[in-house]
């Protein structure tokens, strides 16, 4: 593994199923943070998680839930979706450097029907 | 409200020199960054200003005025590879990232 991987790539759900994707990082990054990005709209943070063990909630949380459990995973889950959730999800990490530059995983597309 | 905005879209011919502009207002103030996204791929980072003035980097240049919650990216001897999506982002007084929507750029030959 090199940087963040995120699966999968891309999913088409039914609405109502729960769905979790998955996000892990080898660069020993403290923070970890999950955004959606849609048509027109800027990134927008979904939770974050400054270390291992602690999350935050972000601008958008509503209908998700995330865990950290160690430093290198940290899965997003939709407990049972709904269409609004069809977005594009990036996770990012940052490490403790001043400026703290996130790093981001290719993205998983996802279509809520 | 926290807001910042850039323009959606600029078109501009290769090997030219382009500016893109971005205004925000947030609640603090811990660092600009500017990322680049080409479509259907990962933000990478660009550039990251926190104190006024001017950062180049190679053909990319990236300026900051906080008294004025001004800042741009300037992109010289434009290529075809530099076709993507600009963002701006603005680090507020949580240390969470306020993304603008992005301009979209379009080179030309």
């Known amino acids: 593994i090199a940087g963040i991987t995120q699966a999968p790539t891309s999913q088409i759900l039914a609405a109502g199923r729960r769905m979790t994707l998955r996000c892990t990082q080898d660069?020993?990054?403290?923070?970890m943070y999950w955004y959606r990005q849609d048509l027109g709209l800027g990134l927008r943070l979904i939770h974050y998680?400054?270390?291992?063990?602690?999350?935050g909630k972000g601008e958008v949380p509503d209908g998700y839930s995330v865990s950290r459990a160690n430093t290198d995973d940290f899965p997003l889950t939709l407990a049972s979706a709904v269409p609004s959730q069809t977005s594009v999800y990036f996770c990012?990490?940052?490490?403790?450097?001043?400026?703290?530059?996130?790093?981001f995983g290719p993205g998983t597309r996802l279509t809520v029907l | 409200g926290q807001n910042i905005d850039q323009p959606t879209e600029m078109t501009a011919t290769e090997g030219a020199i382009v500016q893109i502009n971005c205004t925000y207002q947030?609640?603090?103030?811990?660092?600009l960054f500017w990322y680049q996204q080409h479509a259907g791929e990962a933000p990478t980072f660009l550039s990251y200003?926190?104190l006024d003035g001017l950062e180049e980097k190679g053909r990319f240049s990236s300026f900051l005025s906080r008294s004025k919650g001004y800042s741009y990216l300037l992109l010289k001897e434009l290529q075809m590879k530099d076709s993507a999506s600009y963002l701006c982002?603005?680090?507020?007084?949580?240390?969470?990232?306020?993304w603008g929507a992005g301009t979209k750029l379009i080179i030309k030959p």
């Open positions: 660069m020993r990054h403290n923070a």
């Open positions: 998680s400054n270390t291992a063990g602690t999350t």
């Open positions: 990012a990490s940052s490490d403790d450097t001043a400026y703290n530059e996130q790093f």
């Open positions: 982002a603005v680090r507020d007084s949580n240390y969470q990232l306020i």
């Open positions: 200003n926190v």
């Open positions: 947030t609640s603090g103030f811990n660092g």
